[in-house]
């Protein structure tokens, strides 16, 4: 599992943005920037979206005052999926990623296998990453949400 301290992994991660599917070198989009990432299991599933994405959306005002470049949510989904969801949740100043296939997911060691329900998502998480250097990490045990909630992150900062 990525530590504290660590670089973040290379990899490339998918957006949807005016209906066009923009691919993210991560070595770019963590280059020079502080940014807040949280991951969710999945798209429009209970947690994720009553409590989780809409936190960081309520919030995004006080992390940018904080000095974050920008705030990245994170499900293993595809990018057409996670636009969608990003609309529904009016979700405009978060970058809705997608990691489509698991593979950053694996290479962060962050994922968990939801067997029938969606087969290999991604854990419920947080990072604090300066410059690609991990900074703060925020694990949620299974079927909890504490430290990766947006109140948690933005009192880390």
């Known amino acids: 599992m990525i530590q504290v301290n660590s670089a973040m992994p290379e ?29 969710v299991p999945g798209a429009f599933t209970p947690t994720c979206s009553e409590t989780h994405l809409p936190g960081y959306v309520v919030l995004a005002d006080e ?12 499900s ?9 969801w990003g609309e529904a949740q009016n979700a405009e100043n978060i970058m809705m990623l997608a ?11 962050l994922t968990m296998d939801t067997a029938a329900f969606g087969g290999i998502r991604s854990q419920r998480y947080a990072l604090i990453i300066d410059n690609g250097t ?3 990490v925020n694990v ?18």
Do not use: W
């Open 11 to 39: 990899g490339q991660l998918q957006q949807r943005k005016n209906g066009e599917t923009i691919i993210h070198n991560t070595e770019e989009l963590f280059a020079n920037k502080k940014v807040v990432l949280f991951a």
């Open 99 to 109: 990691d489509g296939d698991g593979s950053y997911t694996k290479a962060l060691g």
């Open 134 to 136: 991990v900074s703060s």
């Open 76 to 84: 293993v989904n595809d990018a057409f999926v996670m636009n969608a």
């Open 140 to 157: 949620e045990a299974p079927k909890s949400f504490e430290v990766s909630k947006a109140e948690a992150l933005l009192a880390l900062l």
């Open 63 to 74: 992390f940018k005052a904080k000095g974050v470049d920008a705030i990245i949510c994170l």
